[in-house]
């Protein structure tokens, strides 16, 4: 790759294609993108429409659990009596932890043991009844032990009577209610005052089968919400319990169909732009290194034609500097030089017809007048260039044609004509090699179809038999000269002055190229 290609490959294709690419992807992420926002909002609203009801709903049954516990069970029972109406599902089991012991009620004697072999639970309630606020388990702390059990506890509470045994009594109304939880355990909980200091009354609640009780109160639009403790740094929603009403990863969007068609337009057109932007880039591209190949054959095909001409004359010139030169040999050489600066003339004004042409600008010259008197002298004039060329020429013009009025560039027409001779002496070779020239009218325009009967053009060239610098042999055979640039420019100059030049296709041998002009009024 050229290094002006490379360049503009780096500084301008590949950013305008990471572009495009970009725009896709982010086309592509829009819609996941926009429901993911509609599912968060539509979150909160359900959850906002779920909170009061869930809310309510515990707020009965944690009052309906409270109901059976009364003002406090009696601190002097030994056995606490069940409540009449027993316990809800969700209640592990009422408790009384007092300065001198544990106490559940009758016939819970599991909850008991399992109370009572977790110390640091038991000892947590202790100390929350002395102070609601005190940390649930602090490792760092200093240890105490408790003097009956020797078990350690992690903070200390306030002990008013020294003998246990003595009789304890109530000394104050029970405190409100208030909840924590260690790992898996959520206690509902109240402080009572007691003569020996705090003691605490309430139950452990079964969070899960709490929850089965409330999740059917959620929103149908949360199929999966879910109720767990609040992680570390998250307020609850569920007072007075350390719980959190969460939507869960399914939220249902009522609208879902209608919003991917109202987005559907909008991803297939930047995903189309996009698409557009890429093929347009890899186009322009493909453009650019075609005009740098093009360039590079021009400079070559130019250099080459330019060099054979110009080695002619020195190598000419310095034969003719010979004294001793006969006048025979003279006169040829001088043909030679004369043939070859009619070529080196033909090829520069082709090339500089082309790169008029290439630039936009047209010849502005108009020739008026009757067909017969404006074509005629340009037709015998490519006549004899074939002639001189060892061709056998036929002219034949329309008697019609007459009769009508040509409007165009003459020297334009002359041009074309003289290139189509060109071609035909280059590539027209036969034993007896002939061209013919028919003039006709057809519709509102004068056709001249300029045939040779030469091989023909072979399949294969025909989509590029008009491309600049395209020859019907690749090989840069000497005794073809040319550049390539015959054909296009005279399809480019009979377009420029209203008309336009093709080729015919028959099955015999031969070529054909038919030269449209336009009529004058």
Not at 22 to 44: F, M, P, S, V
Not at 57 to 65: I, P
Not at 321 to 327: F, G, I, K, T, V
């Amino acid at each position: 790759m050229k290094k002006k290609t490379l360049i503009f490959f780096l500084f301008f294709v590949l950013p305008a294609l990471g572009a495009a690419l970009w725009q896709a992807l982010q086309a592509g992420q829009l819609e996941d993108e926009l429901q993911r926002i509609d599912r968060k909002t539509q979150a909160a609203r359900l959850l906002e429409l779920s909170l009061p009801r869930v809310q309510a709903e515990m707020g009965k049954l944690l009052a309906d659990e409270r109901k059976k516990l009364g003002d406090a069970p009696p601190i002097g029972l030994v056995n606490i009596p069940m409540p009449a109406e027993g316990k809800a599902d969700f209640n592990c089991g009422f408790f009384l932890l007092t300065p001198a012991n544990l106490q559940t009620f009758a016939g819970d004697e599991d909850f008991a043991r399992r109370l009572a072999d977790a110390p640091i639970l038991t000892n947590t309630i202790r100390r929350k009844a002395y102070n609601p606020s005190a940390p649930i388990v602090d490792p760092g702390e200093k240890s105490h032990y408790d003097p009956h059990t020797q078990l350690p506890l992690f903070s200390v509470y306030e002990i008013t009577e020294t003998d246990l045994d003595a009789p304890m009594h109530r000394t104050g109304a029970p405190g409100p209610f208030f909840a924590w939880h260690y790992k898996d355990n959520l206690i509902y909980m109240r402080s009572i005052p007691t003569t020996h200091g705090a003691a605490a009354d309430g139950f452990v609640i079964d969070s899960s089968k709490l929850a089965q009780h409330l999740l059917p109160l959620v929103e149908p639009g949360l199929p999966n919400a879910e109720i767990t403790f609040a992680n570390k740094g998250e307020a609850p929603n569920l007072s007075p319990l350390p719980l959190v009403l969460r939507p869960g990863d399914n939220v249902q969007l009522p609208d879902t169909a209608e919003r991917r068609r109202a987005l559907r337009g909008p991803v297939i057109s930047a995903w189309l732009i996009s698409i557009l932007t890429i093929a347009g880039m890899f186009t322009l591209l493909t453009f650019y290194s075609r005009v740098e190949q093009r360039r590079a054959d021009f400079v070559s095909s130019v250099t080459h034609e330019l060099r054979t001409p110009l080695t002619s004359f020195q190598l000419y010139t310095e034969m003719l500097q010979d004294p001793n030169l006969s006048e025979e040999k003279r006169e040829e050489y001088h043909d030679i030089l004369h043939r070859e600066s009619l070529r080196l003339g033909h090829l520069v004004e082709n090339v500089l017809a082309f790169a008029r042409l290439t630039r936009g600008k047209v010849r502005g010259r108009c020739d008026v007048g009757a067909c017969a008197q404006l074509i005629s002298p340009l037709l015998e004039k490519s006549a004899k260039h074939l002639r001189k060329a060892g061709f056998v020429v036929h002219v034949n013009l329309d008697k019609r044609t007459e009769l009508l009025r040509l409007r165009t560039d003459l020297v334009s027409v002359e041009q074309i004509l003289l290139n189509l001779a060109d071609n035909a002496i280059k590539y027209a070779e036969a034993e007896h090699p002939t061209v013919t020239i028919n003039v006709l009218q057809r519709h509102r325009s004068l056709v001249l179809r300029f045939s040779d009967n030469g091989p023909g053009i072979a399949p294969d060239l025909r989509r590029r038999l008009f491309r600049p610098f395209s020859r019907a042999e690749q090989s840069q055979d000497a005794r073809k000269p040319g550049v390539g640039l015959g054909l296009a420019l005279s399809r480019d100059l009979a377009r420029s002055i209203g008309g336009d030049l093709t080729a015919e296709f028959g099955a015999k041998k031969g070529s054909s190229f038919l030269l449209t002009l336009p009529l004058g009024e």
